[in-house]
């Protein structure tokens, strides 16, 4: 039973910075390609970053290039989004996804539950 469990949401002021960690079980890890997605109220769900199998390569969304980096250790079958200078935008439920390949992170093979991340201004 392939299981991704999300932790490290929480409240946090406007400026301040949240680390998710994703950690994967029942799955080959170094074989997928790793996600993070995210849903504000009343929005639908959007893509916020993606990293390849290996963690050589990387994607992100125009909203959070150059200010959100997503990491992985394979060894800790552990994905993380590090999220420094947060603003109220950034308010939303954040998912961590397994997809085969990092082309293919727009239909993932596997969702986790999420968790809350809330920015107060």
């Known amino acids: 039973q392939v299981q991704l469990v999300e932790s490290g949401g929480g409240l946090v002021q406007a400026g301040g910075s949240l680390r998710l960690s994703c950690a994967a079980s029942?799955?080959?890890?170094?074989?997928?390609?790793m996600g993070w997605f995210r849903q504000a109220p009343g929005k639908e769900r959007e893509f916020v970053a993606g990293?390849?199998?290996?963690?050589?390569?990387?994607r992100y969304s125009d909203s959070v290039k150059g200010r959100f980096t997503i990491s992985r250790d394979n060894a800790k079958n552990t994905v993380y989004l590090q999220m420094p200078s947060l603003n109220s935008g950034d308010t939303a439920v954040y998912y961590c996804?397994?997809?085969?390949?990092?082309?293919?992170?727009?239909?993932?093979?596997?969702w986790g539950q999420g968790t809350q991340v809330t920015v107060s201004s």
């Open positions: 990293i390849s199998r290996s963690g050589y390569g990387s």
């Open positions: 996804a397994a997809a085969g390949l990092i082309g293919t992170m727009t239909s993932p093979d596997y």
């Open positions: 029942g799955l080959s890890f170094s074989s997928y390609a």
